[in-house]
């Protein structure tokens, strides 16, 4: 519930200020914070770890959109994702960079005495789950792929 109270702290703010940008992105929060207490089995109330996971998918939607924008050269639609991505960000945990998921990563295939790439379903599995919301999915794999290989 922290997560809701926070968004709707920022909403007020943001239309005080008229910062447009903020305001279309703390919508979009807020939508999914909704939707994800609507759906069955949720009884009008979300945790911190759905939380998280809903907000982990739309910073995902929201790089995967710049990207495709900026190869397209649609400068006007990517510096909208850009903007959504920042404030989406403020509410993530702070990400891993790439050497402390490669540290991560090396602990996990001693643990799992994984040995090629074969292993690599296994390693995956348990840094999925000890990685989730530090880092992302497919940095995970990159570099469990290059550490196997």
């Known amino acids: 519930m922290a997560l809701e109270q926070n968004i709707m702290a920022e909403m007020k703010d943001a239309m005080k200020s008229k910062n447009e940008a903020v305001l279309r992105s703390l919508r979009a929060i807020k939508a999914e914070i909704i939707k994800a207490k609507t759906e069955p089995g949720a009884n009008g ?3 911190e770890a759905t939380e998280q996971k809903f907000l982990q998918k739309m910073m995902k939607q929201r790089k995967d959109s ?8 649609r400068a006007d639609l990517a510096i909208k994702e850009k903007e959504e991505m920042d ?3 403020r509410f993530l945990p702070k990400q891993l ?8 990563v090396k602990n996990i295939i001693a643990e799992t005495g994984a040995a090629s790439a074969a292993d690599m379903g296994k390693v995956m599995g348990v840094a999925s789950k000890q990685l989730a919301g530090k880092a992302d999915g497919k940095t ?10």
Do not use: C, H
Not at 97 to 104: P, S, V, W
């Open 97 to 104: 960079n790439e050497a402390e998921i490669k540290a991560a």
């Open 87 to 89: 404030v989406i960000e």
């Open 45 to 47: 109330e979300i945790d």
């Open 66 to 73: 710049f990207e495709i924008f900026t190869q397209q050269g």
């Open 140 to 149: 995970i794999s990159a570099v469990v792929k290059e550490l196997l290989a």
